[in-house]
Protein backbone atom coordinates (compact mmCIF):
# COMPACT_ATOMS: atom_id res chain seq x y z
CA UNK A 1 0.00 0.00 0.00
CA UNK A 2 1.22 3.45 -1.04
CA UNK A 3 -0.20 7.22 -0.20
CA UNK A 4 -1.56 7.16 -3.13
CA UNK A 5 -3.22 3.61 -3.30
CA UNK A 6 -5.07 4.43 0.27
CA UNK A 7 -5.68 8.18 -0.36
CA UNK A 8 -7.41 7.16 -3.75
CA UNK A 9 -9.80 4.36 -1.54
CA UNK A 10 -10.14 7.46 0.98
CA UNK A 11 -11.48 10.11 -2.46
CA UNK A 12 -8.98 12.12 -1.04
CA UNK A 13 -6.08 11.98 -3.80
CA UNK A 14 -7.24 14.03 -6.61
CA UNK A 15 -7.93 16.79 -3.64
CA UNK A 16 -4.36 16.52 -2.33
CA UNK A 17 -2.73 16.58 -5.62
CA UNK A 18 -4.61 20.19 -6.31
CA UNK A 19 -3.54 21.65 -2.81
CA UNK A 20 0.23 20.57 -3.13
CA UNK A 21 -0.16 21.99 -6.75
CA UNK A 22 -1.68 25.54 -5.33
CA UNK A 23 0.73 25.31 -2.49
CA UNK A 24 4.30 24.65 -4.14
CA UNK A 25 3.22 25.68 -7.94
CA UNK A 26 6.38 23.85 -10.38
CA UNK A 27 8.06 22.01 -7.70
CA UNK A 28 5.04 20.17 -7.01
CA UNK A 29 5.10 17.74 -9.79
CA UNK A 30 8.39 15.91 -7.91
CA UNK A 31 7.02 16.33 -4.79
CA UNK A 32 3.52 14.59 -5.86
CA UNK A 33 5.83 11.60 -7.47
CA UNK A 34 7.70 11.08 -4.12
CA UNK A 35 4.68 11.34 -1.84
CA UNK A 36 2.64 8.51 -4.40
CA UNK A 37 5.06 6.20 -3.79
CA UNK A 38 5.77 6.53 -0.05
CA UNK A 39 4.90 2.97 1.80
CA UNK A 40 1.81 3.10 4.20
CA UNK A 41 2.77 0.16 6.92
CA UNK A 42 -0.50 -0.28 9.61
CA UNK A 43 0.97 0.69 12.92
CA UNK A 44 -0.48 -1.79 16.50
CA UNK A 45 -0.16 1.10 18.46
CA UNK A 46 -3.33 2.33 20.20
CA UNK A 47 -1.85 5.26 21.84
CA UNK A 48 -0.31 7.10 18.26
CA UNK A 49 -3.12 7.59 15.15
CA UNK A 50 -0.21 7.75 12.75
CA UNK A 51 3.46 8.76 12.48
CA UNK A 52 5.50 9.83 9.74
CA UNK A 53 9.08 8.06 9.45
CA UNK A 54 12.27 8.81 8.69
CA UNK A 55 15.23 6.33 8.25
CA UNK A 56 18.67 8.25 8.16
CA UNK A 57 17.24 11.29 7.47
CA UNK A 58 15.38 9.89 4.14
CA UNK A 59 11.66 9.64 3.74
CA UNK A 60 10.32 5.83 4.81
CA UNK A 61 6.68 5.53 5.19
CA UNK A 62 3.76 6.72 7.22
CA UNK A 63 2.25 4.18 9.97
CA UNK A 64 -1.31 4.35 10.60
CA UNK A 65 -3.61 2.92 12.82
CA UNK A 66 -6.29 1.18 10.74
CA UNK A 67 -8.75 0.99 14.40
CA UNK A 68 -9.43 4.58 14.10
CA UNK A 69 -13.28 5.98 12.79
CA UNK A 70 -13.21 6.70 8.88
CA UNK A 71 -13.09 10.62 9.32
CA UNK A 72 -9.96 10.26 11.81
CA UNK A 73 -8.31 8.13 9.18
CA UNK A 74 -8.23 10.81 6.52
CA UNK A 75 -7.25 13.76 9.31
CA UNK A 76 -4.33 10.98 10.40
CA UNK A 77 -3.49 10.19 6.76
CA UNK A 78 -3.88 14.61 5.79
CA UNK A 79 -1.63 15.27 9.31
CA UNK A 80 1.34 13.04 8.11
CA UNK A 81 1.34 13.67 4.53
CA UNK A 82 1.93 17.12 6.00
CA UNK A 83 5.06 15.88 7.64
CA UNK A 84 5.81 14.10 4.37
CA UNK A 85 5.50 17.33 2.03
CA UNK A 86 7.32 19.40 4.91
CA UNK A 87 10.43 17.01 4.64
CA UNK A 88 9.98 16.84 0.65
CA UNK A 89 10.54 20.12 0.14
CA UNK A 90 13.30 21.02 3.35
CA UNK A 91 16.30 22.13 1.75
CA UNK A 92 18.32 20.43 4.60
CA UNK A 93 16.61 17.19 4.27
CA UNK A 94 18.87 15.76 6.94
CA UNK A 95 18.18 18.12 9.66
CA UNK A 96 14.34 17.85 9.87
CA UNK A 97 12.49 20.74 10.69
CA UNK A 98 10.53 21.20 14.10
CA UNK A 99 8.29 18.55 13.90
CA UNK A 100 4.93 20.54 14.03
CA UNK A 101 6.55 24.13 13.41
CA UNK A 102 5.73 26.62 11.06
CA UNK A 103 6.75 24.72 7.69
CA UNK A 104 4.50 22.18 9.04
CA UNK A 105 1.50 24.03 9.69
CA UNK A 106 2.09 26.05 6.41
CA UNK A 107 1.19 22.88 5.06
CA UNK A 108 -1.22 21.17 6.90
CA UNK A 109 -2.99 24.09 6.00
CA UNK A 110 -2.44 23.97 2.62
CA UNK A 111 -4.17 19.89 3.11
CA UNK A 112 -7.13 21.29 4.55
CA UNK A 113 -6.42 19.52 8.18
CA UNK A 114 -6.38 21.08 11.26
CA UNK A 115 -2.71 22.34 12.59
CA UNK A 116 -3.54 20.85 16.01
CA UNK A 117 -0.72 18.44 16.93
CA UNK A 118 -1.99 15.35 17.34
CA UNK A 119 -5.53 13.94 17.38
CA UNK A 120 -8.24 11.75 19.32
CA UNK A 121 -10.09 8.72 18.34
CA UNK A 122 -12.71 7.34 20.73
CA UNK A 123 -12.59 4.14 18.41
CA UNK A 124 -8.85 3.92 19.41
CA UNK A 125 -8.98 5.21 23.12
CA UNK A 126 -11.46 1.82 24.01
CA UNK A 127 -8.87 -0.42 21.84
CA UNK A 128 -6.19 1.03 24.39
CA UNK A 129 -8.92 0.08 27.41
CA UNK A 130 -9.47 -3.33 25.70
CA UNK A 131 -5.97 -4.43 26.09
CA UNK A 132 -5.44 -2.66 29.80
CA UNK A 133 -4.48 -5.68 31.94
CA UNK A 134 -4.83 -5.88 35.79
CA UNK A 135 -1.43 -5.49 36.82
CA UNK A 136 -1.04 -4.95 40.16
CA UNK A 137 -3.18 -4.27 43.85
CA UNK A 138 -2.10 -2.10 46.46
CA UNK A 139 -1.80 -4.48 49.41
CA UNK A 140 -2.65 -1.36 52.01
CA UNK A 141 -5.82 0.37 50.45
CA UNK A 142 -6.73 -2.62 47.40
CA UNK A 143 -6.34 0.59 45.06
CA UNK A 144 -5.74 -1.51 41.10
CA UNK A 145 -3.35 -0.53 38.58
CA UNK A 146 -4.41 -1.41 34.84
CA UNK A 147 -1.90 -1.04 32.15
CA UNK A 148 -0.96 -2.42 28.77
CA UNK A 149 2.33 -4.37 29.72
CA UNK A 150 3.24 -6.22 33.04
CA UNK A 151 5.43 -4.22 35.60
CA UNK A 152 8.67 -5.75 36.49
CA UNK A 153 8.90 -7.95 38.85
CA UNK A 154 11.99 -7.67 40.04
CA UNK A 155 11.41 -4.26 41.53
CA UNK A 156 9.25 -3.53 44.53
CA UNK A 157 6.44 -0.69 43.88
CA UNK A 158 4.73 1.52 45.78
CA UNK A 159 1.15 2.67 45.51
CA UNK A 160 2.03 6.87 45.51
CA UNK A 161 -0.70 7.95 47.39
CA UNK A 162 -0.57 5.67 49.96
CA UNK A 163 2.81 4.45 50.53
CA UNK A 164 1.06 1.02 50.83
CA UNK A 165 3.31 -2.21 49.36
CA UNK A 166 2.17 -3.02 45.77
CA UNK A 167 1.20 -6.64 44.86
CA UNK A 168 2.20 -7.47 40.96
CA UNK A 169 0.31 -10.17 39.00
ZN1 LIG B 1 2.59 15.20 13.70
ZN1 LIG C 1 -2.74 2.11 48.44
Known amino acids: MTVASLAQELGLWEEICENIHCFSGRKSRRLIDRLATLPIQRSRATRRLGSYVTRNGRPFCIRLQFAQEPENLKQTLLHEIAHACDHFSTRFAIRFRRAHGPSWQAWAKALGTSVKSCGRSEALDQLHRQRLKLVAVCQNC ?23 PLRLL
Open 142 to 164: GAEFHRVRRLNQGRKYVHPSCGG
